[in-house]
């Protein structure tokens, strides 16, 4: 028998084994943060088109000044990122989303208060790809696509806790103090990942070189270039992205929606959407786990089951929304949501297999630049105009039709990829 390992071996075992679920942990909840920053004002429309009289275009423009914002700016941010430090860039992001989400709920007229929302869009427009490329630098290969889609399932629990807890506050304090806790939210955690997640600790663990900016990539391609090579991964980005469109319609007008369809006041409209949109949140993670155990030793099944996913969104949500207000109609939309977002831990796991280590997080900046350009901008902000021209209701039941375009992308992505094999450590 052998002699059993000294003590102290263990506890820095053990330790090696927690970090990266604390690093998970943290990353995650600031993604919360992130999120219901950016939704609280979905839960509160309705308060604020009666206060300032505003329209629905105007009411789709808060939310689509933050996606355009982060769109704009996730690449070269998430750039910026790869090459000074990642761990310094994520804290200085949260501390702008949240003190432009205090700087929201001081605003006095719609301008101001625009203007505040897109420096939550500045903010917020690289943590999404920074935070991801921190968290799967610390785990192994063979999780990508679960940790993506859990990862990414941050955005939309977020977005259902900022709905369900601004409407809750706002029917007891008011709008403004309902954005201000979540102002709050974010400064308590940008704290906490500053004490507990460090640099040196950070290299310790990583799995992959991934936090050795200098390294040269090794295929001779310029960094630009490696972000849209091979041409599949430019399908990967564009029919995740535009499959997000539905996701974005449904995380800011799905309260309206059954505030204006169901008669329900503010704060029951914004509860019952939130269990609604929750299911895309655990959508998310059972998508990317069930993609994980598919495209084990078949990779190409990771485009097969982002297929699956935006026609399951398509069919659900189609004939949802076409059906009367009722029980049978919020079965079907609480169903086609668990798939609206399902495409991003698939498309994650995509991006990180066919892009070199290096640019990683700039990669999944690109794809951040997807959701948001194709997806996240014109979802919330296409529905308001088409709301205001032919009520939302028909407009809600025009948006699933946008799954079409994404399942297109993605099938020629599956053609063109031929084989696909997991990059090695």
């Known amino acids: 028998m052998g002699e059993p390992a000294p003590v102290g071996a263990l506890t820095a075992a053990g330790?090696?084994?927690?970090?990266?679920?604390?690093?998970?942990?943290?990353?995650?909840?600031?993604?919360?943060?992130?999120?219901?920053?950016?939704?609280?004002?979905a839960a509160v429309f309705p308060l604020l088109k009666v206060e300032w009289t505003l329209t629905d275009t105007q009411l789709g423009a808060l939310a689509s000044v933050v996606a355009l914002t982060v769109g704009v700016l996730t690449v070269p941010l998430s750039i910026l990122a790869d090459r000074y430090g990642r761990r310094l860039a994520i804290l200085g992001m949260a501390l702008v989303w949240s003190l432009a989400t205090l700087a929201s709920a001081v605003a006095a007229n719609y301008g101001q208060l625009l203007v505040a929302r897109l420096f939550i869009g500045a903010g917020e427009a690289a943590y999404?790809?920074?935070?991801?490329?921190?968290?799967?630098?610390?785990?192994p290969a063979h999780r990508r696509a679960a940790l993506s889609g859990?990862?990414?399932?941050?955005?939309?629990?977020?977005?259902?806790?900022?709905?369900?807890?601004?409407?809750?506050?706002?029917?007891?304090?008011?709008?403004?103090?309902?954005?201000?806790?979540?102002?709050?939210?974010?400064l308590v955690l940008a704290a906490l990942y500053r004490q507990l997640i460090t640099e040196a600790k950070l290299a310790e663990h990583a799995q992959d070189g991934y936090l050795d900016n200098a390294a040269p990539i090794r295929t001779g391609r310029s960094r630009l270039t490696s972000l849209l090579f091979p041409p599949s991964v430019l399908c990967a980005y564009l029919g995740a992205g535009v499959q997000l469109f539905v996701a974005g319609a449904l995380l800011t007008w799905l309260p309206s929606y059954l505030h204006r369809a169901y008669g329900l006041p503010t704060?029951?409209?914004?509860?019952?959407?939130?269990?609604?949109?929750?299911?895309?949140?655990?959508?998310?993670?059972?998508?990317?786990?069930?993609?994980?155990?598919?495209?084990?030793?078949?990779?190409?099944?990771?485009?097969?089951?982002?297929?699956?996913?935006?026609?399951?969104?398509?069919?659900?949500?189609?004939?949802?929304?076409?059906?009367?207000?009722?029980?049978?109609?919020?079965?079907?939309?609480?169903?086609?949501?668990?798939?609206?977002?399902?495409?991003?831990?698939?498309?994650?796991?995509?991006?990180?297999?066919?892009t070199p280590v290096q640019?990683?997080?700039?990669?999944?900046?690109?794809?951040?630049?997807?959701?948001?350009?194709?997806?996240?901008?014109?979802?919330?902000?296409?529905?308001?105009?088409?709301?205001?021209?032919?009520?939302?209701t028909t407009?809600?039941?025009l948006a699933p039709a946008v799954s079409l375009a994404a399942f297109a992308l993605l099938a020629v992505g599956r053609a063109r990829a031929g084989r696909i094999g997991r990059t090695s450590s």
């Open 359 to 392: 640019v990683r997080a700039s990669a999944l900046g690109v794809l951040a630049l997807a959701y948001n350009l194709l997806g996240l901008t014109p979802g919330p902000l296409v529905i308001g105009m088409l709301a205001d021209r032919l009520g939302l």
């Open 267 to 354: 704060g029951e409209a914004a509860g019952l959407a939130s269990l609604l949109l929750l299911g895309m949140g655990v959508g998310m993670i059972g998508c990317g786990l069930l993609t994980d155990r598919l495209a084990r030793g078949a990779p190409v099944r990771i485009w097969t089951t982002a297929m699956g996913y935006a026609a399951a969104s398509l069919l659900l949500l189609g004939v949802g929304f076409a059906l009367p207000p009722g029980t049978a109609q919020l079965t079907l939309i609480g169903a086609g949501a668990f798939f609206a977002a399902g495409t991003t831990g698939p498309a994650g796991a995509l991006v990180t297999d066919l």
């Open 395 to 397: 407009a809600m039941r």
């Open 15 to 41: 330790r090696r084994q927690v970090f990266p679920w604390l690093v998970l942990a943290l990353s995650f909840a600031l993604l919360l943060s992130d999120f219901m920053c950016r939704q609280v004002l």
């Open 150 to 186: 859990a990862f990414s399932a941050g955005g939309t629990f977020g977005s259902v806790l900022g709905v369900a807890l601004g409407g809750a506050l706002a029917v007891q304090f008011g709008w403004r103090w309902s954005v201000a806790a979540m102002a709050a939210v974010g």
């Open 128 to 139: 999404g790809s920074v935070g991801l490329a921190v968290v799967l630098s610390v785990f």
